[in-house]
């Protein structure tokens, strides 16, 4: 079982949908972090968050540390929006990632 | 603004040959990482480093070497590629170590090895 799970794998959303995305995780951790890629391009940080919940314009994150769990969602989504989301987990010397959600938002 | 970058972006090259992968950030940050991305894989890291001359091997370090001889760059060399190490390949800097800092991104290297 890998350390750090998300669902859904794939999401095809239509535009203007509210979107969550969530991770569990099962080992002990500083930090989680939320990070989006686009297709071909670099891997950029939306959210570092350690306790409770984070916005940022359409985008929030929510963490469970009890439950091991983090959601994030999109509201009013937008085909701009259509990328790769990974969560990962910082913890003692090491940071580990999920394998990622695709989401695909359509006009 | 400050921004890491890494060159080059595309690379062909041929088994048993040497390849250096270059990472240069202006963050002035401490913490710089080197991961590849494979698919149906995380990003897996291959080596890592806390500050100058002090480098750390990750879980996928075979076949891979690093030098941190500046704040600003760590060099990624395969000493001699193998079809294996066919990736794209991403530098990253933070100011916390491991996971305790928010994470600064290159664009990426594909790297394929014939």
């Known amino acids: 079982k890998n350390e750090v799970e998300q669902s859904p794998q794939n999401l095809t959303a239509q535009e203007g949908e509210f979107i969550t995305i969530n991770c569990s995780y099962s080992?002990?951790?500083?930090?989680l972090h939320w990070l989006q890629q686009h297709p071909g391009g670099g891997i950029v940080s939306l959210f570092m968050l350690s306790s409770g919940k984070k916005k940022h314009g359409r985008l929030i994150a929510t963490i469970n540390i009890q439950e091991k769990h983090s959601s994030l969602h999109i509201t009013a989504s937008h085909p701009r929006d259509s990328a790769v989301y990974i969560c990962a987990v910082g913890g003692y010397q090491k940071v580990t990632f999920g394998t990622g959600t695709k989401l695909q938002v359509i006009p | 603004d400050a921004e890491i970058t890494q060159s080059p972006r595309h690379k062909i090259t041929e088994t048993g040959r040497q390849v250096t992968l270059a990472c240069h950030q202006t963050?002035?940050?401490?913490?710089m990482f080197w991961y590849r991305q494979d698919l149906g894989h995380g990003l897996r890291l291959i080596h890592y480093s806390y500050g100058v001359q002090d480098t750390n091997k990750g879980e996928v370090s075979d076949g891979y070497s690093v030098s941190r001889s500046n704040t600003e760059d760590l060099p990624l060399t395969l000493e001699s590629a193998a079809s294996s190490q066919t990736s794209v390949y991403f530098c990253?800097?933070?100011?916390?170590?491991?996971?305790?800092?928010?994470?600064?991104f290159g664009e990426g290297s594909r790297l394929t090895v014939l």
């Open positions: 080992v002990g951790i500083s930090a």
């Open positions: 990253a800097s933070s100011v916390g170590q491991s996971g305790t800092g928010e994470l600064f």
């Open positions: 963050w002035n940050h401490n913490n």
